[in-house]
């Protein structure tokens, strides 16, 4: 069984320029998440999406970071513009459902989008 | 403060060692407890959970929680190079919760 895909794998910008990061989730997962992950530290969640619709993006930082998951399938997340405290690993998981107990909501993460912005 | 402390460490043990891994929490609403292992330039992927109070054990790898002291630990038998990584716990009120994780610790087990 094929993982979580996101591509790009590495992307160095110039600040002021936009960004997008795509994810494929696991096939049959209904909940999608992006995550931001800084040096040395644990992940944090960005957006969480059930099939279509976001249910928690309260961590969104919505002047400049957008997201959509068209057909509830794959999603893109976009910064734009891009600053320097934007540099990271972001991060996307999946899980089969995001609401019920272990395993079903365990998430499986893809290998992440590492963002230099220069 | 954060609300899950983390010792980054790097940790470093002979191969073979029993290695303990620590995570403090101040949210008493945490009922579910996890631990992710994340090796370089890959994301996390669950090594185990545990819901509530209580030990869990799985091969080489026992969690433990104790919820009186908000405090969870993982321990390692065997330590194995191949355990090289860093270790993140993870912790939510609910099932439908979202993840707060730790920092993370970085564990290096040499042969």
């Known amino acids: 069984e094929a993982g979580v895909v996101q591509s790009p794998r590495y992307k160095i910008i110039e600040k002021k320029q936009p960004v997008a990061f795509w994810c494929n989730p696991i096939?049959?997962?209904?909940?999608l998440y992006w995550y931001l992950q800084n040096l040395g530290q644990g992940p944090e969640l960005l957006i969480r999406y059930e099939n279509e619709e976001a249910v928690d993006d309260s961590q969104l930082p919505k002047d400049r970071f957008s997201a959509e998951r068209l057909k509830g399938v794959d999603s893109t997340l976009k910064i734009q513009p891009a600053e320097l405290g934007d540099s990271a690993v972001y991060l996307c998981?999946?899980?089969?459902?995001?609401?019920?107990?272990?395993?079903?909501?365990?998430?499986?993460f893809g290998p992440g989008t590492r963002l230099t912005v220069l | 403060q954060k609300e899950v402390e983390q010792d980054p460490g790097p940790l470093s043990v002979p191969e073979g060692a029993i290695v303990s891994l620590n995570c403090t929490y101040s949210?008493?609403?945490?009922?579910?407890f996890m631990w992710y292992r994340q090796y370089s330039r890959k994301g996390p992927e669950l090594l185990m959970y545990t819901y509530s109070s209580g030990n869990k054990e799985d091969g080489r790898f026992t969690a433990q929680v104790d919820k009186s002291s908000k405090y969870i630990s993982l321990f390692i038998r065997d330590s194995q190079p191949s355990d090289s990584a860093t270790y993140l716990c993870a912790m939510s009120e609910s099932a439908g919760n979202m993840l707060t994780f730790g920092g993370g610790t970085r564990l290096m087990v040499k042969p």
């Open positions: 096939s049959g997962h209904n909940t």
């Open positions: 998981a999946s899980s089969l459902e995001g609401t019920s107990g272990p395993p079903a909501n365990e998430q499986f």
């Open positions: 949210n008493s609403a945490f009922q579910y």
